[in-house]
């Protein structure tokens, strides 16, 4: 159940340029020591992949130095994919300034006299490979790569052809005169605005590479096809490659170009906008950044990771506070994709022994200006211990630190024990890690072991239990005499967006369905099942002042709210109305690592436990109708009043009704009662402002049918009847309005 919830590098380095970066917006690691501007890293990036450019030596970049008329050339070159071609051309003396001795002779005799000559000498036969390049020369160039000619650019040189390179979008983000001194990450800016031109026949430039596919997501540079050998991985699935994808294009949308055996070759990210953001606070709709802006996101918009694919809807609650966002936007502002930033699987390790300084530095790889969070929490390594796992993710360099574990009977592994993919404890099984392969391998089944889980529940590394336990803790959403399955409230599969589910036979007699539990496996086959009674954190929850009694909460804190033996739900700390929750409403509170309360069920506190709108009662049969499909016809001998709004609440397995509630109201509200505020809609009823639900039904008594929307109850009739569950001050909503 779910909670609310290309071909080898061609050339060899020479004096061109090169470098690797993150999107803008996020952190990153870059090929070379003096590139730190992300849209110049990420340019870069593209044309490294393919030869284009490389670096100046000394792990640098030099981008503010300026380019030969020679190095041009060559970069010309290679971007016309003609690379290979450059050794037939060395045996020619075509330049009298340009020897056989002289690094660059191939390149400028085959840009000179090859299929497609794009560039001319000085005059007197010399070519002066060694002049620093101009703006209108390499502008002049790279329209000649794209099919243009002197009768295109119309006036005389170089007005003409810097007029046309405007007008087609080669020179988009430069604004240059035609005499100066191209530098380096200008050149890289200009061929990027190359890659993603389109010939003067309208074809793409990018097919003089290979085939090219459209839209594609960049979702792992770092995949292994089935055969063992190196890939990367899009939305449109695996494709191999020899070439370097750096981590800086990692998360974004483009064209993916493939060779003739179907290798990626090159990928060129789009023009389109893209923002990376840092993730406060978020929901199955929208998304809040750390720096306090809100995002919409619907939840049809598709959604990526490096390991899965699926929408929003599917896989926010797989994302925490701290984590790094790409959105991908339509020319109309709207949200068209969302690639959720994670740590591959090579960079995972367990701390073994007691921690040191820097216990990650395996898998940070010598980073050091990274950012730590543990259980989703700000921290740093003083907070780290032993068992402990960290996942670093180089793209947005942070690292992810979890002290997540689960304990029970070793059941099963697959395909075998000793080079285990997965592993099954308490009737769930875990995805197997390589780190912790070894580790599984010196268990016996039957065997009672640890889990050392990883953020998104996979197995980073196993201990045994005597060494260290987990607690999970859950709700028991299914009971029989035979099985029990407990819906555990704080681990999260990362690829299929799911709460995790245990099950096994029940070591109780009696039907602890809907309690809320903690679990072990003692023996194959079974759950030893332990009811959590009373709360060991004393006080009220203060909602503005956010803590419990004097117990400060986690940032990241997951909040849940249930109704009697319901199933829980999700709640977001903005979504309480009441300023404070009385400690009678808080059922389970756990701190974290840092003293904080990262875990909260409270008892029937806000109402959203229900599903709202008119309840109907017939031959022992409830039904509740909205406009979202309803509820039942269910069983039941509640009793209710027939054709009256209301709310009702099932059981944790669905099967029965845990709660029935009625709703006081409040008769001629006029439409103009109604505002917006902070995405929120509110109504002023006796002078009192009222929150209405973001899930509130909209009846038509007339029509005894639904609106959709709030908005059309509203245009509809100028006075409506509002129907609430509780009284504002104990967070009161609107759950069903309806116009008369």
Known sequence: ???????????????????????????????????????????????????????????????????????????????????DSEPQYRSRTIFTDVTASHWARGYINYAAT?????????GNGRFD????????????????????????????????????????GLTDGLNLGASSKLTRAQAAHLFCNLLAANRKDGT?????????????????????????????????????????????????????????????????????RSTTITV???????????????????????????????????????????????????????????????????SVMVVRNEPGKDPFSRITGGDRDYQVYKNSVPATLDDVRRYDVGSYDRTTKTLRVSDMRISGYYESASPNRTAAESVTILGHKFEVLESAQADLASFDLGDQI???????????????????????????????ASKAEVTLLDMVDGKTGEYLVVSGKPGSKANLLGELVSVSGPERGSLSINVLAGNSISGDLNVAERRLGSTPLSPAVRIFDRVGKSAVHQELLSDLSQAVIASSRVRYARKNFAGQIDVL??????????????????????????????????ESSYLVSSGK?????????????ASVTKLPYEEKVDRTAFYEEDDHWYVTIRGEAVRVSDEVACYNRVTDGWFETLDEARAYSANLTVFYDRAPDQGGKIRVVRAD
């Open 280 to 346: 406060d606070e978020l929901d199955a709709t929208w998304v809040r950044d750390t720096n306090g802006k809100r995002h919409t996101i619907p939840g049809a918009t598709p959604a990526y990771t490096n390991r899965s694919s699926g929408t929003w809807a599917s896989m926010w609650i797989t994302v925490r506070q701290g984590m790094q966002l790409t959105i991908y936007w339509t020319d109309s502002s709207d949200a068209s994709g969302v690639y959720i930033h994670s740590a591959d699987a090579d």
């Open 645 to 657: 709004p209301g709310g009702i609440a099932l059981t944790a397995d669905g099967s029965g009704i």
């Open 204 to 272: 793409s430039y990018l097919t003089c590479f290979g085939s090219v596919q459209e839209n594609l997501v960049l979702m792992n540079n770092h995949a292994t096809y089935g055969d063992g050998s190196r890939a990367i991985e899009t939305s449109a699935g695996l494709c191999k490659t020899e070439q370097d994808f750096a981590d800086s294009l990692v998360g974004l949308r483009g064209k993916l170009v493939t060779d003739s055996d179907g290798n990626a070759v090159l990928f060129v990210p789009n023009s389109g």
């Open 450 to 480: 640890t889990l050392l889980l990883t953020e998104d529940c996979r197995v980073a590394g196993v201990v045994s239990a005597t060494t260290v336990r987990g607690q999970a803790v859950g709700v028991v959403t299914g009971w029989s």
């Open 1 to 83: 159940m779910r909670f609310r919830r290309i071909a080898a590098a061609l050339l060899a380095a020479v004096l061109t340029l090169g470098c690797t970066a993150l999107p803008a917006s996020a952190a990153g690691v870059s090929r070379f020591s003096d590139v730190s501007d992300p849209q110049l890293a990420r340019e870069v990036d593209q044309l490294y992949t393919v030869g284009i450019i490389n670096g100046v030596g000394g792990n640098r970049f030099d981008p503010k130095g300026t380019l030969t008329r020679a190095q041009f050339c060559k970069m010309a070159v290679v971007a016309m994919n003609k690379g």
């Open 601 to 634: 069920v409270l008892n029937d506190a806000t109402g959203d436990g229900y599903t709202y709108g008119m309840i109907y009662s017939e031959d022992d049969t409830i039904i509740l109708k909205n406009g979202k499909g309803g509820l039942g016809p269910i």
């Open 114 to 122: 090859g299929e497609t000559p794009i560039i001319s000498g000085i």
């Open 129 to 168: 490979p060694n002049a620093t390049l101009t703006y209108a020369q390499a502008v002049t160039i790279l329209l000649r790569l794209l099919g243009y000619t002197d009768e295109d650019a119309g006036m005389l040189w170089p007005n003409g052809y810097l007029a046309l390179a405007a007008d087609i």
